[in-house]
């Protein structure tokens, strides 16, 4: 039999999104109200580490529900990768009483919540935070939305610009090892093709297909996420341009104005739902597991599934983009 939760820590961790702030929120209030203490570690991983806790009230969360980036800071922290830097955080666990965590990050975030687990028997629960969508186990993370709108408005404007100039633009979306913001993004902003890292597809077959369509429009866009296997927008504009010389191509690499600003209602729901059922789940005993959505139902996945499986891309928005697209 384990012992009760009596306080728990909440930290961020990985990349930051839109919405952790609404999870930390709903995490600190939920306990609250279960008469468990929460405080904050501050910086991921390395919080633990380095011992940089605080505790955190009810009050202490008020006016972040609507703030992006994450009160907690965040980090990708190198130390915690080691064993001796998670005795160490465990360390930091005990002197602090903590008896249980939530995690708000992404796969490398519940990667190293599962070992703590196995070495130490920490009980974590997970938040699914990350603006790429990449957890298997949630229809939506934390961050994705308001990542996606942010995207689809830049390309919006982009378009205008390109259509004035008959232009060929190749944009570049965040997502290093996925291509959800990419895909999504392009359906949403009418773009002609989307390259994304899980496909392979060939630079001859986008000529291709833009040639076929751009007889009939003024421009064109296409949609790369940052990690395809045939590089980045620059280098994806330089291979169409060696093929086909007649295009005017420009190309816009949106970054991390992705990963920042007000995040949208249904972040806010997403990480205000997730929030408070890590915590019951917690007090209930479970642990070592993550707290996603799943057809609009809150639901609980071991990490080891979380993090053993590849969430697959949505392959009928392929299908509906080529459509649209002529
Ligand atoms: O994991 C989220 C993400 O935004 C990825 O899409 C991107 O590749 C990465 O983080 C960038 O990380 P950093 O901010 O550390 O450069």
Redesign the pocket.
């Known amino acids: 039999m384990s012992t009760p939760i009596e306080r728990i820590g909440v930290f961020t961790s990985?990349?930051d999104g839109p919405g952790m702030n609404a999870a930390i929120r709903a995490v600190v209030r939920t306990a609250a109200l279960n008469g468990v203490e929460v405080v904050g570690i501050l910086g991921g991983y390395d919080g633990l580490v380095n011992d940089r806790v605080r505790a955190l009230g009810p009050r202490d969360v008020s006016n972040i529900v609507q703030r992006g980036g994450t009160i907690l800071r965040t980090a990708?922290s190198e130390a915690f990768r080691t064993r001796e830097g998670r005795a160490t955080a465990h360390a930091t666990l005990q002197r602090h009483g903590i008896d249980g965590l939530v995690a708000i990050g992404?796969d490398g975030t519940f990667t190293g919540a599962h070992i703590l687990f196995e070495e130490f028997g920490t009980r974590v629960i997970g938040l699914p935070g990350?603006?790429?969508n990449d957890l298997y186990g949630t229809d939506r993370t934390i961050g994705f939305d308001t990542a996606l709108n942010t995207a689809v408005e830049a390309i919006d404007r982009i378009r205008d610009t390109a259509s004035s100039h008959d232009r060929l633009f190749v944009v570049e979306v965040?997502?290093?090892n996925t291509g959800h913001i990419a895909l999504q993004c392009a359906v949403a902003a009418g773009a002609e093709y989307v390259l994304v890292p899980e496909v392979a597809q060939s630079i001859e077959a986008l000529v291709v297909a833009l040639s076929e369509a751009s007889g009939m429009k003024s421009s064109s866009i296409v949609v790369v996420a940052?990690?395809d296997e045939e590089g980045g927008a620059f280098q994806i504009a330089r291979k169409v341009k060696e093929r086909s010389p007649g295009y005017d191509i420009r190309v816009s690499v949106l970054g991390?104005i992705q990963?920042g600003g007000t995040p949208s209602v249904n972040d806010r729901i997403l990480a205000s739902r997730t929030g408070v059922a890590a915590v019951e789940h917690l007090l209930q005993g479970d642990h070592d597991a993550m707290v996603g959505l799943v057809n609009e139902n809150v639901v609980l996945t071991p990490f080891a599934d979380a993090i053993g499986n590849q969430k697959a891309l949505p392959q009928e928005l392929f299908h509906v983009l080529t459509v649209l697209a002529t």
Do not use: A, L, S
Request: glycine content about 36%; overall charge positive.
């Open positions: 990985g990349g990708r992404g990350t603006i790429d965040m997502g290093r940052e990690g991390h990963r």
